[in-house]
Nanobody, 127 residues
Framework: QVQLVESGGGSVQAGGSLRLSCAASSNSYSTYCMGWFRQVPGKEREGVALIRPDGRTTYADSVKGRFTISRDNAKNTLYLQMNSLKFEDTAMYYC?????????????????????WGQGTQVTVSS
């Protein structure tokens, strides 16, 4: 069982930066696949990024080169550094976790493959 609590959302002008954090309650945090999804009302959830237990990362094309996902296993914390924010990045951002299976993580393209979700933190980018 993993509980996830996001923080760091807020309002920012286009071109600005924000860093999201996700505190995880688990004694085996370092073994989990971790990721971020986002959702705009009326639209499906969109995978943003994932980080594997070994530190390898995957990003959605829409955020490549602007967002960086990282994890601090000593602090049981996941981060999402968001730079060069655009109006279309406005969304509720969710931290997700899932156990790796034989070293593999769920795809960031399908939200239903992730079992644990945080409550979300709102990011609003004004143009």
């Amino acid at each position: 069982q993993v509980q996830l609590v996001e923080s760091g959302g807020g309002s920012v002008q286009a071109g600005g930066s924000l860093r999201l954090s996700c505190a995880a309650s688990s004694n085996s945090y370092s073994t989990y696949c971790m990721g971020w999804f986002r959702q705009v009302p009326g639209k499906e959830r969109e995978g943003v990024a994932l980080i594997r237990p070994d530190g390898r990362t995957t990003y959605a094309d829409s955020v490549k080169g602007r967002f960086t996902i990282s994890r601090d296993n000593a602090k049981n914390t996941l981060y999402l550094q968001m730079n060069s924010l655009k109006f279309e990045d406005t969304a509720m951002y969710y931290c997700v976790a899932e156990r790796s299976t034989f070293g593999f993580c769920p795809t960031v393209k399908i939200s239903s493959t992730w079992h644990y979700w945080g409550q979300g933190t709102q990011v609003t980018v004004s143009s």
